[in-house]
């Protein structure tokens, strides 16, 4: 019962080791893939399209409702400590440094890695991964790289957008329905948000659209055969990836913001 | 020329190769045929670099595959995969000629087109089929598509990998035909893995049967209804009776 028990945990940890170890070598085969040709700019255009522009509605509307619920919020709090002029610069604050980049990359992960694994998933259980190797393309060249580039690149992008249209949602409330002045809400936003506020979020997107488009990849290549193994792909790839994000902002946020 | 020597495959427990020895000479086809699940799949794959052998030797016109030069021995290859593996993203006459558009053998778009829609109608497909995508095609439709981009780039070595499963029979013999008719044409060698015997009698110079992950016989198709080797005779005329075992 004892050794039973011991042999399920050695082989438990084991297991967890190999994947640990596969997903690192896929990291860094990634790696290599994105600085070294050939470069399939084709690919890469049209992940930057899905990936990046389509993905542009979901984090805008995602923004507006978080920023607006954000300065109510702000609002009825600070109104325990005769605080409610706070409501501009903390929505501004907390959709640039925290919520804007963390919102918006699980709503992207929920889009794009999702994506990802299925269509890589699927690709892989009709051979068409097996097709492109003896076609002379390397699969992590033509699918991971231009995906993991993309993302990479518009998820700061996406990020900055979000945080306009947050703060934007949150100065709709404050002055339509909390009674702010237009001008003096605009002028608080300003005057204390600073540039790094912005900048660390969207270091933030780039760290995560990299782990959104990676996790994609990584289970939809090593998806297991049938649209069961596709399904499990998918799934697995957006939790890992949701908490990937939600991991890596902690430790973004210890590194950025304390000490 | 194609020679595997002791090739060894296990997967976890399952050895599915126990010592594969099989010679394919230049500009002859060779089928080889087995129950499912016999490793043919596999061997294939091994040939390809798709699976790496846990032991033996693969070597293609005298060089060891493991050790030549990767995209100059793949440029050699062609493959006609068991459904298609077309990709669903790019129009047929794109998939026809992904490897004219990238890679070492690139050319300009015009030029690879004209070559795809050649290969098309080759493969008895009409010029207006070039800018549907594989969804809107049939499975025959399909595979002959799959056939025209393995043939693209006019290779020396050319694998089928199961070329008419799931085709009714009229169309199973027109893609026999088209893989006979390209691989007398072009004098590629060829090595096609089946279960269906009118593909073997079709396609085969050669034949070889793959069981418990060795070759048990192999000789000329006109050998093979007088094998007098029992694994092959109950395999050919489909018998439940004989030493391969049947799982009811």
């Not at chain 1, 978080?66 to 702000?74: F, K, R, S």
């Not at chain 2, 005329?237 to 075992?245: D, K, L, Q, Y």
Request: charge should be neutral; include cysteine; proline fraction near 4%.
């Amino acid at each position: 019962m004892l050794i039973d028990t011991v042999a399920g945990i050695g082989r438990s940890t084991l297991r967890l080791l190999a994947e640990i170890g596969r997903a690192t070598l896929f990291f860094l085969r990634a790696l290599a893939a994105m600085f070294s040709p050939p470069f399939y700019f084709r690919e890469f255009g049209h992940a930057l399209l899905t990936i990046g522009y389509f993905s542009l509605p979901v984090v805008g509307m995602t923004a507006v409702f978080t920023g607006a619920a954000l300065a109510i919020q702000v609002y009825a709090g600070g109104s325990r400590f005769q605080a409610e002029s706070v409501v501009p610069s903390i929505v501004a604050i907390g959709m640039t440094r925290e919520l804007g980049p963390v919102l918006g990359g699980l709503m992207v992960a929920a889009r794009v890695t999702s994506s990802i694994a299925a269509e890589i998933g699927t690709m892989k259980v009709t051979e068409q991964l097996d097709a492109l190797v003896t076609l002379s393309t390397n699969p992590m060249r033509y699918l991971t790289a231009p995906r993991v580039l993309a993302a990479t690149i518009t998820m700061p992008v996406l990020v900055g957008l979000g945080d306009i249209i947050g703060i934007f949602g949150g100065y709709l409330v404050g002055t339509e329905r909390l009674g702010f002045n237009r001008a003096a809400y605009l002028k608080n936003t300003v005057d204390f948000l600073e540039t790094w506020d912005v900048t660390s979020g969207m270091i933030k997107g780039a760290v995560f659209g990299c782990l959104i488009a990676l996790v994609g990849c990584y289970y939809g290549m090593h998806s297991n055969r049938g649209a069961q193994g596709v399904g499990r792909a998918t799934k697995t790839a957006v939790v890992m990836a949701s908490v990937f994000i939600l991991a890596s902002n902690y430790i973004l946020t210890e590194l950025f913001f304390t000490g | 020329m194609i020679e595997l020597r002791g090739i060894h495959k296990a997967f976890g427990a399952n050895k599915v190769l126990r010592g594969v020895d099989l010679t394919v000479p230049k500009g002859k086809s060779m089928v080889i045929i087995g129950g499912s699940g016999t490793g043919k799949s596999v061997t294939l794959k091994c040939v390809l670099g798709l699976v790496k052998p846990d032991a033996g030797e693969i070597l293609v016109n005298g060089q060891d595959v493991t050790k030549a030069d990767r995209d100059a021995f793949l440029a050699s290859f062609g493959m006609l995969f068991q459904g298609g593996a077309l990709f669903d993203s790019l129009s047929v006459w794109q998939n026809v000629a992904f490897r004219l558009l990238r890679g070492s053998q690139k050319r300009p778009k015009d030029e690879a087109r004209a070559i795809a829609i050649e290969k098309l109608r080759r493969v008895g497909l009409k010029s207006s089929v070039a800018d549907l995508f594989p969804a809107e095609l049939s499975g025959g439709m399909q595979k002959r598509v799959g056939l025209a981009r393995a043939i693209a780039a006019d290779p020396d070595i050319i694998f089928f990998d199961e070329p008419t499963t799931g085709l009714d029979p009229i169309m199973a013999g027109v893609i026999n035909e088209l893989i006979r008719e390209i691989v007398v044409e072009m004098g590629a060698t060829a090595m096609t893995i089946t279960h269906d015997m009118s593909s073997v009698r079709a396609i085969a110079d050669d034949v070889a049967m793959l069981h418990d992950g060795v070759i048990k016989w192999s000789g000329p198709v006109s050998r093979l209804d007088n094998s007098g080797d029992p694994y092959l005779d109950q395999f050919i005329h489909g018998r439940a009776e004989g030493p391969i075992e049947a799982v009811r």
